[in-house]
């Protein structure tokens, strides 16, 4: 097999190819957007090396690799009409229950307090001190944070918010707004939002089955150097604070997350994320990017019971045999199918949207803790986000702890 045969190969396994009027269109695979008009009966095809050399070029031996597995396969050929560069297609769009949005959107801020105040006051607090101050309540210290953090404003400005939240009974003691900023700096709270993000996540557990997997980032007022290797010179930019997290598809909730350094890779960070889900969910789907394609992450997502959605780099090979030399076989030749399920993964990213626009894509907070807990702060707040939206849309009765009494659905 010549160098030409081995690029068509890569061709054929991940382009679509497709025939119109007895010739082949055949995509290019080094100018996105470009194709290629391939007859097969003459030999001929329409690209430079082709025209220059009169030889088998790539782009033929790619059709003739697809007419052959289609042949073997007993596929009828696909034929479709070269789109219209004018004609982008219909658009498709999804309605919106209204009357549901208008509720939960009206009624968020005060039933953010409600559930949040509820998740709260399942904590756990620490021992009273036998002498000097009273700590403050641990149910206090996130409610305050949270609360802070859906405000999107300064500390001082947010002491009003705090104020009315006392005044109905869910918090105690109303904070200084440096004791806010202060606790968010105390690394204790870090496992306490954690947990309480997989636990705001279990009132949905009912309607998601299928999740997709992604990262993203938050940028901080620190900046960084750092020396560009390709183009020799030095680089200054805003430093951020990294995201792992594992999305529903359906109500965008967030049922894991891993707060890593900025330059933690996607893969390694992929089995926790599972492993965190499956244990409150049941998987059926789980959709990812190419950062995430390796054999462990895809044994991952079999040991949960459910089918991965990993699309394949250009360099894979079906060396390794076993469950990897199914899935990217499936990959290859069964792409429709394939891009059918793995659409779901672009949900990551809605959900990254959602938390940005709503709660900012930055982080105040200036020291590592407190910018990894205003993190882990506004992911908490958009899953509560998501249980009102179901409360309104689904029904859905917010049940956050077992031995608490349930909260009941959103009403108009």
Request: aromatic share 10%; charged share 25%.
């Amino acid at each position: 097999m010549n160098e030409r045969e081995k690029r068509a190969l890569v061709i054929a396994a991940t382009s679509k190819i497709i025939q119109h009027n007895g010739l082949w269109i055949v995509p290019s695979a080094s100018a996105p957007g470009k194709s290629y008009l391939v007859n097969l009966s003459l030999g001929t095809c329409t690209c430079e090396d082709h025209k220059e050399w009169q030889h088998e070029c790539k782009h033929i031996y790619a059709a003739k690799f697809v007419a052959q597995r289609d042949a073997v396969q007993g596929q009828p050929i696909q034929t479709v009409a070269p789109p219209d560069p004018l004609n982008f297609g219909e658009k498709k769009t999804y309605k919106q229950v209204w009357p549901a949005y208008n509720l939960a959107q009206t009624t968020e801020k005060h039933r953010f307090q409600v559930l949040l105040h509820d998740l709260c006051r399942g904590l756990t607090n620490p021992p009273p001190n036998k002498s000097g101050r009273h700590r403050t309540p641990l149910s206090d210290v996130v409610f305050a944070a949270a609360f802070k953090v859906y405000s999107t404003v300064s500390t001082r400005r947010f002491s009003c918010d705090l104020k009315d939240a006392k005044e109905k009974g869910y918090v105690l003691k109303a904070l200084h707004y440096n004791s806010i900023c202060a606790y968010l700096e105390w690394p204790g709270l870090t496992p306490v939002l954690n947990d309480l993000i997989v636990r705001s996540s279990l009132p949905l557990r009912s309607v998601e089955v299928d999740f997709a997997a992604d990262s993203t980032g938050f940028s901080t007022s620190r900046f960084v150097r750092w020396f560009d290797e390709k183009y020799g010179v030095h680089r200054t930019g805003h430093d951020w604070v990294k995201a792992h997290a594992m999305t529903g598809v359906k109500t965008n909730v967030v049922t894991a997350i891993e707060i890593r350094e900025r330059s933690a890779n996607d893969a390694p960070l992929f089995r926790p994320l599972v492993d965190t889900t499956r244990r409150n969910f049941k998987l059926k789907e789980v959709s990812a990017d190419k950062a995430y394609s390796s054999e462990d992450n895809l044994q991952a997502i079999l040991d949960a019971g459910g089918t991965p959605y990993i699309p394949f780099k250009s360099n894979a090979s079906d060396a390794k045999g076993g469950i990897w030399e199914k899935l990217l076989n499936f990959y290859q030749f069964k792409r429709e199918d394939f891009l059918s399920h793995y659409h779901k993964r672009s949900n990551a990213e809605s959900t990254f949207s959602m938390i940005k626009a709503k709660f900012r894509d930055h982080v105040r907070s200036r020291t590592d803790t407190a910018m990894k807990n205003e993190v882990l702060c506004k992911i908490l707040c958009h899953n509560l986000c998501c249980v009102i939206q179901s409360q309104a849309e689904l029904g859905i009765e917010a049940t956050f702890w077992a031995n608490k009494q349930e909260v009941q659905p959103c009403t108009a």
